[in-house]
């Protein structure tokens, strides 16, 4: 299968050949400004991230005028780590709940909702929700501490019920972030899945109406499939945002109380700046952008047979 | 075109480098003539205002005595990461200060670091240093033993407490415990009387960053007969029962409900919050807290003359009254001059002038700190300012002070980390005491450290 697809675009060998491998390079000379500053800014500060991660560099005392290489002893500390491993189950719990479950299903309902609504709903509420989206990371952050904090908006509401008061915070910290961050990300998938929506050709969902299909099976048999690589990318995108959320749940609980809701990019911070233990969480960082990797591999496999087709 | 981009890009890369290299070539030349601008960080909060009080007084009087010379005041507004954001600033030449307002615990690990420039040839010099306390130069040394700080002032530590809420609760008001029973039996009757009020304050979270270690596990620790680290075997203690006990007796606090609530506790805010608000309005009836509080409460926004009448001082006790009785730990600040500073000589002329007899009396009496200069701590001024300040000197005696090692912020913090898993009931006194000792071991090494008793 393999080498008939990959004979197929059968061009002239050869001198076109030779022509192609020039005008490959010739077409690809603009990209390297942009390769440079790729190198400098993201491939360097990474492999810099990298060699700090093999060190025991500290934010003061001896280790920061003279950090020494120690090798992957900053891993196989991690490893035994139990407060890490907390860390990743954590961040697991918040990706899944938060990202894939909470703002991508929650944005595609609402954007199916909205596409059935009359316009001036649609766009009410779609202004309401981009607010959420266009609020810098650290003040919808504090708008969400003020929300769930003890004396906060939601325990007034609570309270004026009859229904007493919770320390969300303090009791149910995991929740309070998770329910945070789907409130500001749902914005960028409703966007996202409505511009996705709009490019299902009405055609199609008209042809399987006619065959006789109710609207939840178009849903789930017709349109859900139209807009499959949609729906991987914005996993993609919801994903590896919500695994670098730090300003949201620093604010909203500093990773606590005690380690409940330390997600890697928390702990990295708290063990490199609180504890001073630079190495140790840059080696915390170097984990987050492993497991970022895994979840881009695995997106791009569900990706990949619609890239073909 | 393609050769033209490239080489701009190259020619902007190779002045960015040039232009880098000049201004880190440029030294100062020695005698620091000409324009100059020094900085000068430090901290300020809602709380804390007297040393921005005390530098906005001296900033003026030193640019009208050095004509030549700019001081660019930096107060850093962080309650819970002054010492993080200085490391940061300290990590590049570009952003770190002159002068610089330095723990004294700090000044072994930030010395080590390169971070603080070494003043003895300044001291050795400066005329006022002979007023200044043995203990008081102590202070400011490094692992070298060279001098890096100038000490602004100590403090001491002990139990204030609300008269009209221990009259409620059928106490003495001119209550002294003699041991941490003491302590808890006071808090529970204060919450019997009144259910309201939180019946002791002492901090034990992260949020509450050093106070947490030196008002909280500390003050207890040292009352009892283990302690933190062995002075002479110079090795770290692990698995005390001191330290067993001292979760243990925040362990009982938080199980029946005598501490702080947690949504407060945890709060970054805490410690401004205690001295400015909670016990000022009556809501905390007993804190454990440093000699500074009345400071806040003479003048200033969070003024309250009521004080005086309202608030008794008591010792800390020893766990069970055993010699000596009381205890207490002291810190204290100091000026320091930052390594990379251009002008050495004008940043330490600025501490000179920032701690001479006039402006320390100033900042000792309105910080309520336990003065460090002979010819301050004996002047009128200074002894008839504060009621308090008879008290808290008094203290001295029975006061302990950190092992400033290199390493102690980073041990400070894991202390602040097994405490915050006792008081959310995370764990109990045993796991906090087996998870500090790992962290200990594993900040200090294995051959550092010791097993206690």
């Known amino acids: 299968m393999t080498t008939t697809s990959s004979r197929l675009p059968s061009a002239p060998h050869g001198a076109g050949g030779r022509r192609r491998t020039f005008r490959a390079i010739s077409r690809s000379t603009p990209l390297v400004p942009a390769l440079i500053l790729l190198a400098i800014f993201l491939v360097g500060p990474m492999g810099f991230a990298l060699w700090g991660s093999l060190t025991n560099a500290a934010l003061t005392g001896y280790r920061a005028a003279k950090p020494q290489f120690i ?30 479950i909470g703002q991508n299903v929650l944005g595609l309902a609402i954007a199916v909702l909205l596409r059935a609504s009359s316009r001036i709903v649609s766009t009410i509420v779609s202004t309401l929700v981009v607010v959420a989206w266009v609020l810098p990371e650290i003040v919808a952050a504090f708008a ?110 500093g990773g606590g109380p005690g380690t409940r809701s330390s997600t890697l990019p928390v702990l990295a911070y708290q063990e490199a700046f609180r504890f001073a233990q630079v190495g140790y969480g840059t080696a915390i960082a170097a984990v987050t952008i492993v497991l970022g990797a895994v979840f881009a591999a695995i997106y791009i496999k569900i990706l990949k047979p619609e890239v073909e087709s | 075109m393609r050769h033209r981009t490239l080489a701009a890009v190259a020619a902007i890369a190779v002045s960015g480098l040039a232009l880098a290299g000049c201004s880190s070539a440029e030294s100062a030349p020695a005698d620091e003539t000409g324009d100059r601008t ?70 072994r690990s930030d010395a080590a670091a390169g971070y603080l420039l070494p003043i003895d040839d300044y001291v050795a010099q400066w005329e006022d240093w002979g007023q200044f306390y043995d203990a008081a130069k102590e202070a400011g040394l490094g692992d070298d033993g060279k001098t890096y700080g100038v000490s602004m002032g100590t403090d001491t530590r002990a139990i204030y407490y609300n008269k009209d809420l221990f009259a409620a609760a059928g106490l003495p008001t001119d209550w002294q415990p003699t041991s941490w029973d003491d302590i808890l039996d006071a808090a529970r009757a204060l919450k019997a009387s009144n259910p309201d009020v939180i019946p002791l304050n002492i901090y034990g979270s992260k949020a509450a960053v050093e106070q947490t270690s030196m008002q909280g596990v500390e003050m207890l620790l040292y009352g009892t007969d283990s302690t933190l680290y062995n002075t002479d075997s110079q090795k770290w203690v692990t698995d005390s029962t001191g330290m067993k006990d001292t979760f243990g007796f925040y362990q009982d606090l938080y199980s029946e409900g005598l501490g702080t609530p947690l949504d407060l506790a945890l709060d970054t805010t805490i410690g401004s919050r205690v001295s400015t608000e909670l016990i000022p309005q009556g809501k905390v009836a007993m804190a454990i807290d440093g000699s500074w509080l009345p400071g806040g409460w003479i003048e200033g926004q969070s003024a309250w003359p009521e004080w005086e009448q309202t608030i008794g001082l008591a010792k800390m006790p020893t766990q069970d009254g055993g010699d000596p009785g009381f205890t207490s730990m002291s810190g204290g600040w100091t000026l320091a001059v930052g390594a990379q500073t251009d002008y050495p000589k004008t940043s330490f002329d600025f501490i000179a002038m ?26 009128d001024a200074y002894l008839s300012y504060n009621p308090t300040f008879a008290f808290f000197s008094d203290l001295v005696q029975y006061t302990h002070f950190r092992p400033a090692t290199p390493d102690y912020s980073q041990i400070s913090s894991a202390l602040q980390q097994a405490v915050e898993s006792v008081i959310t009931g995370d764990a109990t006194a045993e796991e906090a005491t087996s998870a500090y000792d790992e962290d200990l071991t594993k900040i200090v090494s294995e051959s550092n450290v010791e097993q206690g008793d």
């Open chain 1, 71 to 100: 090798g992957l002893d900053n891993y196989a500390a991690l490893f035994a780590d139990a407060d890490f491993w907390n860390s990743v189950v954590l961040t697991l719990v918040f990706v899944l709940f938060s990202a894939i």
């Open chain 1, 144 to 253: 969400l501490y003020a929300f769930f904090s003890a004396d906060g908006t939601l325990n007034s509401v609570l309270d004026g019920l009859g229904l007493g008061s919770v320390s969300w915070l303090i009791d149910y910290p995991m929740l309070s972030v998770i329910l945070a961050n789907i409130w500001r990300g749902t914005a960028f998938s409703m966007l996202v899945y409505n511009a996705a929506l709009g490019e299902v050709p009405p055609e199609i969902t008209e042809a399987a109406q006619i065959d006789g299909t109710n609207t939840v099976q178009r849903f789930f048999l017709v349109t859900l499939p139209m807009i499959r690589r949609s729906i991987a990318t914005n996993l993609m995108l919801t994903t590896l945002q919500t695994l670098g959320t730090f300003g949201l749940i620093w604010v909203m609980t």
């Open chain 2, 38 to 107: 020094i900085t000068v960080a430090y901290q300020k909060t809602s709380a804390f205002h007297q040393l921005d009080d005390l530098f906005q007084k001296v900033k003026p009087e030193f640019e009208a005595a050095n004509p030549d010379v700019t001081v660019d005041l930096q107060p850093i507004e962080s309650e819970d990461e002054y010492f993080t954001k200085l490391a940061l600033m300290n990590g590049s030449a570009d952003t770190a200060p002159d002068v610089i307002y330095e723990d004294t615990f700090q000044i």
């Open chain 2, 354 to 379: 920032a701690l001479n007899q006039e402006n320390s009396l100033k900042y000792d009496t309105e910080n309520s700190q336990i003065a460090v200069r002979d010819d301050v701590a004996t002047s």
